[in-house]
């Protein structure tokens, strides 16, 4: 008991000092600048309330899985997948530029997912997100996964990463983040 407590506390330590000394974060908000929206104003955060409590219960992505689970709840967060998608449409029309989306977040709302060798597979997004955002501005939309963005970057700028220390920056990821939905 006493060595997986101290773990644990050494494991906390280490999260903590995380949070504050990033250089991860750090470096990825060099390369994203300017480049994160504004909040929604008040005016629009209202509409997408309103908006959301029509399409939310009715299952119309993104947010209602979220939604069900926190309906009851007072406050913003049960809303929190749908806020985040009206920021993403306002932003790509207030910028006119084609937008990288990236989450955490692989639940059927956000992603397209099958069931496939008794596993679930994620496909891509949602077909409708890519028709509402097509139908919202002119430009392209990218959905990445955590660590398929990683993967893509390394590629993307041709970096060289040990294959061992990939998968340990993929495995701390999530231990920071949660587990990617079990997917």
Not at 62 to 90: A, E, F, M, N, T
Not at 125 to 131: A, D, Y
Request: proline share 5%; hydrophobic share 35%.
């Amino acid at each position: 008991y006493e060595k997986y407590n101290s773990e644990l506390n050494s494991q906390k330590v280490k999260l903590k000092k995380l949070m504050i000394e990033n250089p991860v974060k750090e470096k990825i908000a060099l390369l994203v600048g300017e480049n994160i929206g504004d909040p929604l104003t008040k005016e629009e955060e209202e509409e997408t309330i309103k908006n959301g409590d029509l399409r939310l219960p009715n299952c119309v992505p993104p947010g209602y899985v979220d939604y069900k689970v926190k309906s009851k709840r007072p406050g913003l967060d049960k809303y929190g997948d749908y806020i985040i998608w009206q920021q993403i449409l306002k932003e790509s029309r207030v910028k006119d530029k084609p937008l990288i989306f990236v989450t955490f977040d692989q639940k059927e709302d956000w992603f397209k997912i099958i069931s496939f060798n008794n596993s679930k597979v994620l496909v891509g997004p949602r077909p409708e997100l890519i028709e509402e955002f097509s139908e919202s501005c002119t430009k392209s939309i990218w959905f990445y996964t955590t660590t398929d963005f990683i993967d893509y970057a390394i590629n993307h700028f041709k970096l060289t990463i040990e294959p061992s220390k990939l998968t340990k920056l993929k495995e701390e990821t999530i231990a920071i983040l949660g587990d990617e939905n079990g997917i």
